[in-house]
DNA sequence: AAACGTTGCAACCGCTTTCCA
DNA sequence: TTGGAAAGCGGTTGCAACGTT
């Protein structure tokens, strides 16, 4: 079970709690380095540090790995994440198996801070089918619109993560996190996520990869995907869902300003709404949102 | 500029699952 | 088969940075 229970020597010395210090990740590095991960209880009393065996896996696994990638989440993880955790619901660690560099915690952040905050604005509760619906109809597109979008994008995984050094100079240790990594350099969407096949059931096979193939459960998508010039990286997008005014920041739903239009002024038919969101796009402009209150609204409407 | 409120994330906690003797 | 230890997991908390008044 869990290191607080019982009682020797280890555990009655005093252990240290809270932010780790540089001395001390740079003595956990080292300790991995020379002896590898895994015993975590032996590392902790082996190594020096007076942290509990516990504490020192999940700094290691949270923020020290050197495939940790940090930083922002790019439209194609935040996809990946809204697809999958539709699909798990809050299996965070299953969910961080398909995309690589990512942490459970940090998806859970993710899920906690961005999209619950959405659902609690709305005062809808995030796990309803409602709140799914709107995620499917206005988020997601517009987060395939940005993958489309976007020549700048950060690749999926940053194969040439040297986290551990730089991390180790940039973290403010007990503080807001440095500025993210940025590498200019363009891959595939889902070059690194080859287990990821949105496609099939439970069982994901760890093969190919088509983030194509989950456009039949997005609405308003499906119709444009027999047409090659809608298709980017394997990827579908609505042209009439988002527009022109696509930022390129990071997380795609910081903030949501209101449209300009009210909902009440947005067409009943779906085809109205999207036309009516393309003319509204400046809103992507103002802020950095992938979608806005009166669009969540509408859409939670319809559903309901 | 200072006080206060909000946000985001690292770290902790307690429970469950897995491993192994 | 069983029981203890280790590892894994998801929920929660604490606090520094940031934003607003």
């Given at each position: 079970?869990?290191?607080r229970?019982?009682?020797?020597k280890?555990?009655d010395?005093?252990?240290?709690?809270?932010?780790?210090?540089?001395?001390e990740?740079?003595?956990?590095i080292?300790?991995?380095?020379?002896?590898?991960?895994?015993?975590?209880?032996l590392?902790a009393?082996?190594?020096?540090?007076?942290?509990?065996?516990?504490?020192?896996?999940?700094?290691?696994?949270?923020?020290?790995?050197?495939?940790i990638k940090?930083?922002?989440l790019s439209p194609e993880e935040?996809f990946?994440i809204?697809?999958?955790?539709s699909k798990?619901?809050?299996?965070?660690s299953?969910?961080?198996?398909?995309?690589?560099?990512?942490?459970?915690?940090e998806?859970k952040?993710?899920?906690?801070?961005?999209?619950?905050?959405?659902?609690?604005?709305?005062?809808i509760?995030?796990?309803?089918?409602?709140?799914?619906?709107?995620?499917?109809?206005s988020?997601?597109?517009r987060?395939?619109?940005?993958?489309?979008?976007?020549?700048?994008?950060?690749?999926?995984?940053?194969?040439?993560?040297?986290?551990?050094?730089g991390?180790?100079?940039?973290?403010?240790h007990?503080g807001?996190?440095?500025?993210?990594?940025?590498?200019p350099?363009?891959?595939?969407p889902?070059?690194?996520?080859?287990?990821y096949?949105?496609?099939?059931s439970e069982?994901?096979?760890?093969?190919?990869?088509?983030a194509?193939?989950?456009?039949?459960?997005?609405?308003?998508?499906?119709?444009?995907?027999?047409?090659?010039a809608?298709?980017?990286?394997g990827?579908?997008?609505?042209p009439?869902?988002?527009?022109?005014?696509?930022?390129?920041?990071?997380?795609?739903l910081?903030?949501?300003?209101?449209?300009?239009?009210?909902?009440?002024?947005?067409?009943s038919?779906v085809?109205?709404?999207?036309?009516?969101?393309?003319a509204?796009?400046?809103?992507?402009?103002?802020g950095d949102?992938?979608?806005?209150m009166?669009?969540?609204w509408?859409?939670?409407?319809?559903?309901?």
């Amino acid at each position: 079970m869990s290191e607080r229970r019982g009682s020797n020597k280890f555990e009655d010395m005093e252990l240290r709690r809270g932010p780790w210090t540089l001395e001390e990740d740079t003595l956990l590095i080292h300790y991995i380095a020379c002896h590898g991960e895994g015993r975590w209880n032996l590392l902790a009393k082996c190594s020096g540090l007076k942290r509990t065996g516990k504490s020192c896996r999940l700094r290691w696994l949270n923020y020290l790995k050197p495939d940790i990638k940090r930083g922002n989440l790019s439209p194609e993880e935040q996809f990946l994440i809204l697809e999958l955790h539709s699909k798990w619901g809050n299996r965070w660690s299953r969910i961080a198996q398909h995309l690589p560099g990512r942490t459970d915690n940090e998806i859970k952040n993710y899920w906690r801070t961005r999209v619950q905050k959405q659902a609690r604005q709305l005062k809808i509760d995030a796990n309803s089918a409602t709140f799914r619906d709107a995620i499917r109809c206005s988020w997601m597109p517009r987060l395939l619109e940005k993958m489309g979008s976007s020549q700048s994008m950060p690749p999926l995984i940053d194969s040439n993560a040297t986290a551990t050094a730089g991390m180790i100079d940039q973290t403010p240790h007990g503080g807001r996190p440095p500025q993210p990594f940025s590498n200019p350099a363009m891959q595939h969407p889902f070059e690194n996520c080859s287990s990821y096949d949105p496609s099939s059931s439970e069982n994901h096979s760890p093969s190919t990869s088509s983030a194509s193939m989950a456009l039949p459960k997005l609405p308003y998508l499906s119709e444009f995907s027999s047409n090659p010039a809608n298709s980017y990286h394997g990827f579908t997008f609505n042209p009439f869902m988002g527009g022109h005014c696509i930022d390129h920041s990071g997380y795609g739903l910081d903030t949501m300003d209101p449209a300009p239009a009210s909902a009440s002024q947005l067409g009943s038919s779906v085809s109205e709404y999207n036309y009516s969101m393309a003319a509204n796009n400046c809103v992507d402009n103002i802020g950095d949102g992938l979608w806005n209150m009166d669009e969540l609204w509408y859409i939670c409407k319809k559903a309901t």
